[in-house]
């Protein structure tokens, strides 16, 4: 985050692209946006996130394994539960909380 010139959900990403008056973007997102991007503002050029070490962020397996009938399972059914200690609970909502407040 603290190289980032930009963060924002898939639309705001979408739309800072396409206003912004820059024509060359390092997106460091799933690789469908970036054909979205490409079709939206043509003559600008949108390069992936190089990986980092085994990780790559634009194409991550694990979260192409999630689908919407597992999310309406999960919610339905309140399983898998994952229980974590209060400290760690409390870290990690941070993130969360500051992605929805820039959303």
């Known amino acids: 985050m603290r190289h980032a010139h930009f963060i924002g959900s898939t639309s705001a990403l979408l739309k ?6 820059a024509t060359s973007f ?11 991007m ?3 503002a043509p003559g600008k050029k949108f390069i992936p996130a190089p990986p980092e070490g085994n990780c790559a962020c634009n194409e991550c397996p694990y979260m192409k ?5 597992k999310v309406y399972t999960c919610l339905r059914d309140l399983t ?3 229980t974590l200690p209060e400290d760690v609970r409390v870290q990690a909502l941070q993130p969360i909380e500051r992605m929805l407040a820039i959303s």
């Open 80 to 82: 898998p539960e994952i």
């Open 26 to 36: 390092i997106v460091a997102t799933e690789p469908g946006i970036i054909h979205q």
């Open 16 to 21: 800072h692209a396409v206003q912004n008056p």
């Open 38 to 40: 490409e079709k939206q």
């Open 65 to 69: 394994r999630n689908t919407l009938e």
